[in-house]
């Protein structure tokens, strides 16, 4: 039977009681979180989002009835209680923010019922996730998850606040937009008014907020859903929430300082975290070389090494061979970690596999200085000598070496290196490194379409000092992009917008559109760009991730409070549906799915 709560006004959260209010009469509504039955008195604790409250009851304090009706409390029930704050007499919680009070109540109202639930409400639930999202309404009661969305309400105010005291206008920009595919793929809603064209959902406000900035707006924020249809992994959801800005008469400088006062901000007020201003500045070119990718994560070292010099004479076919074929040979210095068993060993090979390479090259230095190599038998005594001194071997330490394309190097020793981190204990999770990659390739070579692809977007500027190159070697010339890496996750990246129209004419050929191609998809901007342009720059955050980075949590489904599985469904609603036939013939689609081979 579920009581109203007329003629009651809760005095406020469970946990905000205060030990000043000891001997006051208060009013508190929640969860029943548990409730023991002890014969003459009845603890329960009771929780809402601020936390916990011992309630006790006992008869005498409560009424005859209204001690019976305690006695029927179970888990998850809503109720109401008015008491006195008293401190504690039995043992004091010191795990709790009220661990050392507790409510004598004298009344008593069930405001709803509740069945058994599924799994119980708690902190680091052990409950299999997939039954925890089918029943996300009730996860989300779990003080963790309460926390994550706490924090990121938090991060959401706090940005809205600081940028616009540094005269951002918040202002937003459709959802239902032109599909323009570049990039990932589009989301797209049929229209019913026009039957057999669609919007496509944004990936990002991009062209609007380069149009806001055409239009004058001068420094625009948004913090905005965007889409992307992309095969999805793990922790990608189709579906994320951008922090979007974008200003004008700026360049890097400019959106870098603004970006890394927020971030301190942030930092400072939510974790009490300071952030060293100015933060750290690497080139593309560096990161790769120096980490094998381009967002490192600088909270230790074991840096990669060229060593392509040192064995170019050597006979093993395996560095060889990538030499000749114009690729590098590179290794790593994992101190310590010369005693690794074969076996061990055996799956960093197989782990460096997946990233593309065909192998791995090893030396394990014993404490006696002699060592075990997968090679040395195609290698001079002097060689591995060499090698082993440009690598800084010391005995103790393993090293190893991969001999590919550079890409491929890179992506092998890159993830080997944080795989081995994380093996080795030397991620700490109390520490925020941030890093500014800055001077990207503007071009990337797509194998899949035999063309150069953006590699952050059309739109991105060229450096000056490159653009003359931009016939003759492409794939070389930089871009005025920069990306926010903290703890070797991307956080946020942005660029330089082109605002020449013929630099952008340029751009788009280069990618390979047609004049006519170009107009047809992105026109809009193009036509914007006739009537006076103002020279503009911006950046996106990952909501998700920053939050997620913020909190610790493992997962970015942990930091969204309706997420999306790895096939893009949601298990609670059960979208994505079929939909009526009606509403089909509205839209004059029909369905057509292939057979399955
Ligand atoms: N629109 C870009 C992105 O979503 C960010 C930017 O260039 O401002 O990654």
Redesign the pocket.
Known sequence: MAESMIGLKRSCRCAEVTKNQIGETVTLMGWVQKARNKGGIIFVDLRDRSGIMQLIFENGDIDEEGFVKAGKLRSEFVIAVTGRVEARTGAVNTNLATGELEIRCISLRILSEAETPPFAVEENSKTREEIRLKYRFLDLRRPDLQKNLMVRSRVAQLTRAFMANEGFLEIETPMLIKSTPEGARDYVVPSRVHPGTFYALP????IF?QLLMCSGYDRYIQIVK?FRDEDLRADRQPEFT?I???LSFVDVDDVIDVNERLLAYLFKEILGVEVQLPIQRMTWQECMDRFGSDKPDLRFGMELKNVSEVVKDCEFAVFKNALAAGGSVRGINAEGQGGMPRKKIDKLVDFAKDYGAKGLAYVAISEDGSYKSSFAKFMKPEEMDALIAAMDGKPGDLLLFAADKNTVVWAALGALRIELARQMDLLDKNEYKFLWVTEFPLLEWSEEEQRFTAM??P??MPMEEDWDNIDTDPGCVRAK?YDIVLNGTEI????V?IHQDDIQEKMFEVLGFTKEQAWERFGFLLNAFKYGVPPH????YGLDRLVMLMVQADSIRDVIAFPKVKDASDLMSEAPAAIDEKQLQELCLKVDIPEEE
């Open positions: 990936q990002s406000p991009q907020k965007c951008q979007d800005m974008e952050h977007h739109f991105t992009a946020g990246g942005g660029s917008r720059a911006g950046l996106a």
